[in-house]
């Protein structure tokens, strides 16, 4: 059986101990690649041997010692590639989007927003906090289907268990017990049974289009208004 792999995101505070071990990993395992790449944190410590990487929900991620490892983008300066043996720079392999470089306040002497840009500012995060409790209710309303549903399943499997109870009771085999359950059940019992088929059926449209026309857009827009609203944080100075 092949082994899950796990991925860890990493605190900053425990990024110089992990730097340490990372690079006591690469050098491991530095044979076994021509090409890697070198992870420059921002607070100074360097990450050389990694293999390859990819960003996930704002973190880097790369393999290493057999599992998986994840570094907030916020915490990165720059990635390099590099030939291991030669150890000559190619060319930077990732640095921070703009909008990543531009989160910081301004510095002694430059003047920051006015108050007219403040305002702006203002207006355009409670515009973004607005629309993201919009999204949080969608989410809560998916949420709520799927709470439903299997509420209905339980439902259905407590009708279905009191059936073939009775049906093994009164001397049917289990298999036929599971097959004729229904026979066993009140008037009131079958109308139970197939409104709760009904509203099985329902509530499986109902999620089956959240999970395909709704979910994937708001994750999508949820994702970059949290990245503006962030944007936005910084320009007002956290």
Known sequence: MTPMKRSLS??????????????????????QAHAAYRIYLKNGSVISGVGSYARSDGNI???IGGGTVGIPVKDIAKIEKYEEEGGTVEAPAYAPPAKEKNKTTPQAGQPGPS???????RDR????????????????????????YQ?????IQNLFNQ????AIAAGESPLTANQQYLQFLT???HQMVQANFLEKQDLEEKIKDMETNVLPRLKEEKQRLLDEKQQAEAQLGG
Do not use: H
């Open 10 to 31: 990493i605190p900053s505070v425990f990024l110089p101990v992990l730097s340490v071990f990372l690079f006591s990993m690469a050098f491991l395992f530095a044979a």
């Open 61 to 63: 991620e790369f393999s």
């Open 115 to 121: 108050s007219g840009q403040k305002k702006a500012i």
């Open 125 to 148: 995060l409670a515009g973004i906090n607005r629309r993201l409790e919009k999204i949080k209710e969608k989410e809560a309303e998916y949420q709520k289907l799927k709470d439903q």
């Open 151 to 155: 509420e209905v399943m339980l439902r």
């Open 163 to 166: 059936g073939r109870q009775r």
């Open 187 to 189: 008037p009131e019992e």
